[in-house]
């Protein structure tokens, strides 16, 4: 199967504007992500996706890099665009603010695609901080391995261990946290973003629920790996450190 990796960069942001640029050690962002992606034994190519020139002129220095739409509503429907105009039988959509994104899960996701039409990844929630965080997705699992619901609260709602406390709670139950890492056949993404905004979604902010909420099945690969993100300027000098390490 030809899997092509895709970046999706926008400069835009309201936390953290020009992010792909910032520098990690020396490196734009956007360029440690990339470096990260080629190591996946599992991508035929990596390409960064972007709106804007100045991200477009970086990165053309170090990896292939698409010129898309600038009014996008989402990075699926910006790699979508990509996804379109080039031949592959799968892409993965890598999160352009994961520096640290280990290669093996993507290798996961990837070879999840063999026998589903979407895959994603998830990690067990260990940190107390992370369990009632609404930026910290959780996500439910079949036992057949299949997303059954994504969502900002903490799901299941344990009924006997309700009024317990959050060390309590994550001992009752294996909760997982929602990896935002998505891989999908080329014919599936292409359908997917043709879909309007599902009500989900839309009570969520959560994009793949639009996939749910149509039929799509999405295989969940469970891993050790947990997201050291880039949201603000205050996590450079956090994931600098990481690398130090």
């Not at 080329?186 to 149509?214: D, I």
Request: charged letters at 25%; aromatic letters at 6%.
């Amino acid at each position: 199967m030809n899997i092509v990796g895709i970046i999706p960069a926008r400069y835009a942001s309201t936390r953290f504007p020009g992010k792909p640029l910032a520098l990690i050690a020396g490196k734009p962002l956007i360029q440690r992500v990339a470096e990260q992606c080629k190591r996946a034994k599992s991508l035929s190519e990596v390409i960064v996706a972007t709106d804007d020139d100045r991200i477009f002129n970086a990165v053309k220095k170090f990896c292939r890099v698409e010129m898309t739409a600038a009014n996008h509503p989402s990075g699926s429907d910006r790699i979508a665009e990509v996804a379109a105009k080039i031949s592959c039988d799968a892409v993965v959509n890598i999160q352009g603010d994961e520096p640290l994104i280990d290669p093996a899960v993507i290798d996961s996701v990837a070879g999840a695609l063999e026998k589903s039409e979407m895959s994603t990844a998830a990690v067990r929630i260990r940190k107390a901080d992370d369990l009632d965080n609404p930026n910290a997705v959780k996500v439910v699992v079949s036992a057949a391995g299949r997303a059954l619901y994504f969502s900002r609260r903490t799901i299941p709602y344990l009924r006997e261990a309700a009024g317990g406390s959050t060390s309590e709670r994550l001992a009752a139950f294996a909760f997982f946290k929602h990896l935002g890492i998505y891989g999908y056949r080329r014919e599936t993404l292409l359908r997917l973003v043709k879909f309007p905004v599902s009500p989900l979604e839309n009570a969520e902010k959560l994009e793949q629920l639009r996939a749910l909420e149509n039929g799509i099945e999405i295989a969940v690969v469970k891993v050790d790996y947990d997201s050291a993100g880039v949201d603000a300027p205050e996590d450079v000098k956090t994931v600098e450190m990481l690398l130090n390490k």
